[in-house]
C-alpha cells in the first residue's frame, strides 16, 4: 500500500534505537500503548522477552542481510566502513526492499513505532529510505548500563563479559553520532521504568508530536507493562568491566545527553571515544571471530557428546539387562554345583576319602578412585582462546610488542613459583633459522623439560615463528599482552615524544599481524590488558595463576601482585579511575560539596545522597566553584548542592557517594546537624 502523499508531511516514525538487552522493547512497546502502530508480522514473544519484542521479523532478517552484506553481524564491534554505509543509502538495491516492508508493516500509519536494534548501525540507510517516503525519523536512543547489557547478553547469546561491553559501546557509539541532525531523545532505561507514562507528554513535547491516546488513559497499562520484573540483571559496579575508560567516558557522556541531546561537551567526548575505539576494534575483531568459531565447534561437541551420551544410556540399559541374565545363569550354575558337591560329599563319606581343597577364589577387580574436575576460574575482563586443561607440566610462553608489558608478567610468574627459562630465551634470540640454530634451541627446551615440570620463557611479537615453538614445547600455553595503541606509540618514542603519532601506523600493523598469528594459534592462550593488569592487581595474578595451573595461597598472590605495583607509578596513577571530594557543610537548607574524577577535567561526575543509608537524591556534581579553579582544579564546574527538606531529621546519617563508587567523599558519614554553619 503506498503512503498518502497529500498528508505524508505528517507520517512520522519513531525510530527506537539502543543495544539489545537495553530496554528497546520496553520503549517500544510503551509508544504502542500510546497509539503509535506497531509492524503486523511481530517477533514473538521468548522466554527472554516474555512482554514481546514490538519489532517486524521482515525488517529484522532485512537488517541481519544488510549487516551480512557489510561484513558484520549483530554482535559485531569493528566500524562499519562510512563509505560502504553511503553507497548502500544511495542503493536503490538496498532502498527498496526496506521500502516495500515499511508500507507492508505500517501502511498509511501516520504515527509508527520502529525498531530493531540493528538499525543502530545502519541509521544513514534507514533514514534515506523513511525520507524517500516522505516519513519523518523521530529518534529515541535508550541506553543502560553495559554491565548489565553484558550479564545479559552472556545469560542469553553466551557472549563474554567483554565482548557484551564492546558491542554495546559500538551500538552506542554508532547510534548517536549518526542521529545527531535529527530531532531527538535520549532516554536511560531504569529512568525510563520510573518516568512512564508520567513523562510520556514530555518526551512527545521535545519530539514534536502528539500521542494518539492521552497519557492518563495509558497510565495504569504502562505502569503494569513496565513492572521491575523486566529488569532481570542490574550492575555490579565493583566489576573490572564497569570500569573501563572507554565504557565509563561513553556511559557519562550518554547520561549527559538525557537533559540536552545536543551538549557539545559530552558529544566531543563520544568523538574521542570513538576514534581509538575504531582502531583497537578492527585489531581484536579477528580474535572475536576465532571465538565464535571456537563457540561453534564447542556446541558441535556438546550435541556429538548428547549423542554419545544417548547410546551409552543405551548400551548400559542393554548391558544391565545381560548381567540380569548373567546372574540368573550364575545362580542356576552355582545351583548345579552345589548339588554335584553334595553328590561328591555322600560318595566320598561312603568310600572314606579326604573331603576336596575349596577352591580359591578370585578378589575382585578394584577401580581407581577419580578426581573431581578443576573448577573454571571466573572470568572479570581477560580473553581466553581456547581450553586450559589441568596439566602437571607446561610450558609458558609470554609474547607481545616491545613495551607492552611481557616483563612484568613474566615478573609475576617468577613470583609465582614458575622458573624462567633464561638459556632457552638466549638460544632463541642467537638462532638464524638454520638448522643449527633449531637444534640448539631443541637442546635447552629439553633440558628445560628435564629439570622443571613447569617453565616459563618471554619472547618477543615477530621474534621467531610462534606456532612452530608451539609444536616444539610440552604442553604450551601463550601469554599475550596488549596495552593502550597511543601510550604504546608514546613509550616507543621515548624523549621524542612528537613522533609518537608516526609510530601508531607501525603499532597498528603490528598488532593486527599478532592478533593474526594468535587466531592460527591451537593452544590455550590468554590475552591480557596491560591497563586491567594496573587496575586490579590482585585480580590479574589470579587469573594469570589459574590459567598456567599455579596453586597459590593469598601471600604469594600478593607478593607476586607487587610486580605490578611496582611499575611505572606516574603511568598506574593516571589511568586508575580515581575522585577527590569534600562535603562542605549545610547552609540555606542546601548541603554543599564538590566531587571531581582525578586526571580527567572534562567529566561531569553524578553523587548519590545518602539518608541513613538510603539513596533519597542524585545530582551532577558541575556548579561552578572558582575556589576549585583558583586551587588548580580544571575550570572548577565540581560542585554539587542537595536540597534538605523538613523531613530528614537533625541526627539523621547523611553521606554523599560518587555513583557507582563505593567510598564517600571526604568529610562524609556524620549527623545532619555536625554540618550546620
Not at 133 to 151: G, M, N, S, T
Not at 411 to 422: C, I, N, P, S, T
Not at 462 to 472: I, M, Q, V
Request: aromatic share 6%; with cysteine; glycine share 6%.
Amino acid at each position: 500500500m503506498k503512503l498518502d502523499r497529500d498528508v505524508a508531511a505528517k507520517h512520522k516514525a519513531l525510530v527506537v534505537l539502543g543495544m539489545h538487552r537495553s530496554g528497546t522493547s520496553a520503549l517500544a512497546g510503551c509508544c504502542a500503548m500510546l497509539g503509535a502502530d506497531v509492524p503486523g508480522d511481530l517477533m514473538p514473544a521468548t522466554e527472554w522477552n516474555e512482554k514481546g519484542y514490538f519489532e517486524s521479523v521482515t525488517i529484522r532478517d532485512l537488517n541481519d542481510g544488510l549487516l551480512e552484506r557489510l561484513g558484520s553481524d549483530w554482535d559485531d564491534f569493528a566500524p562499519l566502513s562510512a563509505d560502504a554505509i553511503a553507497a548502500a543509502a544511495a542503493d536503490e538495491a538496498v532502498l527498496g526492499p526496506i521500502r516495500e516492508a515499511v508500507e507492508a508493516a505500517f501502511g498509511a500509519s501516520r504515527l509508527f513505532v520502529l525498531k530493531d536494534p540493528r538499525i543502530c548501525r545502519l541509521l544513514p540507510v534507514w533514514e534515506a529510505a523513511l525520507t524517500g517516503l516522505d516519513i519523518d525519523p523521530r529518534i529515541l536512543i535508550v541506553f543502560r548500563h553495559p554491565y548489565e547489557v553484558a550479564r545479559s547478553l552472556t545469560a542469553r547469546d553466551r557472549l563474554s563479559t567483554g565482548h557484551g561491553v564492546l558491542a554495546w559501546l559500538r551500538h552506542v557509539l554508532d547510534a548517536e553520532v549518526a542521529s545527531r541532525h535529527l530531532r531527538r531523545v535520549v532516554v536511560e532505561y531504569p529512568a525510563l521504568l520510573a518516568d512512564l507514562p508520567a513523562g510520556a507528554g514530555r518526551l512527545a513535547h521535545r519530539l514534536g508530536f502528539r500521542w494518539p491516546r492521552p497519557p492518563a488513559q495509558a497510565a495504569a497499562e504502562i505502569a503494569e507493562f513496565l513492572s521491575r520484573d523486566l529488569r532481570h540483571f542490574t550492575a555490579d559496579h565493583d566489576d573490572p568491566a564497569t570500569q573501563s575508560q572507554w565504557v565509563l567516558a561513553a556511559y557519562e557522556a550518554m547520561r549527559a545527553l538525557r537533559d540536552d541531546p545536543g551538549d557539545p561537551e559530552a558529544t566531543a567526548r563520544l568523538d574521542e571515544v570513538r576514534t581509538v575505539f575504531d582502531s583497537w576494534a578492527q585489531i581484536f575483531s579477528g580474535v572475536r571471530d576465532e571465538a565464535r568459531a571456537h563457540a561453534e565447534r564447542a556446541d558441535a561437541a556438546a550435541a556429538d557428546r548428547h549423542q554419545l551420551n544417548l547410546k551409552l544410556a543405551d548400551a548400559e540399559e542393554r548391558a544391565a539387562a545381560a548381567a540380569a541374565a548373567l546372574d540368573r545363569s550364575r545362580k542356576v550354575v552355582r545351583q548345579a554345583i552345589a548339588r554335584i558337591r553334595s553328590d561328591l560329599d555322600d560318595l566320598h563319606g561312603a568310600l572314606d576319602l579326604p573331603a576336596p581343597a575349596a577352591a580359591e577364589t578370585t578378589a575382585p577387580l578394584s577401580r581407581a578412585p577419580v578426581g573431581p574436575a578443576a573448577k573454571d576460574s571466573a572470568d572479570f575482563g581477560f580473553l581466553r582462546v581456547g581450553d586450559a586443561p589441568a596439566a602437571d607440566d607446561a610450558t609458558i610462553v609470554v609474547t607481545g610488542l616491545l613495551g607492552s608489558g611481557t616483563s612484568m608478567i613474566q615478573q609475576v610468574l617468577k613470583a609465582l613459583g614458575v622458573v624462567a627459562a633464561e638459556d632457552v630465551e638466549s638460544a632463541l634470540a642467537a638462532a638464524s633459522g638454520t638448522a643449527a640454530g633449531d637444534a640448539e634451541v631443541d637442546r635447552y627446551i629439553a633440558a628445560a623439560n628435564a629439570a622443571q615440570p613447569l617453565w616459563c620463557i618471554r619472547l618477543p611479537a615477530g621474534g621467531h615463528d610462534l606456532e612452530a615453538l608451539c609444536r616444539s614445547l610440552r604442553n604450551p600455553r601463550v601469554i599475550v599482552t596488549f596495552r593502550d595503541i597511543v601510550a604504546n606509540a608514546l613509550n616507543a618514542a621515548g624523549a621524542e615524544r612528537d613522533k609518537g603519532l608516526a609510530a601508531l601506523p607501525t603499532l597498528t600493523r603490528n598488532y593486527r599481524e599478532l592478533a593474526d598469528t594468535i587466531a592460527r594459534l591451537s593452544v590455550p592462550t590468554l590475552l591480557v590488558s596491560y591497563e586491567t593488569a594496573i587496575l586490579y592487581p590482585l585480580d590479574s595474578v589470579q587469573e594469570i595463576a589459574a590459567f598456567c595451573g599455579v596453586t597459590a595461597n593469598e601471600e604469594r598472590i600478593g607478593q607476586a601482585s607487587l610486580a605490578i605495583e611496582n611499575g611505572m607509578p606516574q603511568y598506574i596513577r593516571a589511568i586508575r579511575l580515581e575522585y577527590d571530594g569534600f562535603l562542605d557543610g549545610l547552609s540555606d537548607g542546601q548541603l554543599h560539596g564538590w566531587a571531581k574524577l582525578r586526571h580527567w577535567d572534562d567529566i561531569r561526575v553524578e553523587v548519590d545522597l545518602e539518608v541513613d543509608g538510603r539513596v533519597v537524591q542524585t545530582r551532577q556534581a558541575n556548579l561552578f566553584r572558582p575556589d576549585l579553579r583558583d586551587a588548580g582544579y580544571g575550570d572548577g564546574h565540581y560542585g554539587f548542592a542537595f536540597d534538605i527538606g523538613d523531613d530528614v531529621l537533625p541526627d539523621s546519617i547523611v553521606t554523599v557517594r560518587v555513583r557507582n563508587v563505593l567510598s564517600p567523599v571526604n568529610n562524609s558519614g556524620r549527623r545532619l546537624q555536625e554540618y550546620a554553619r
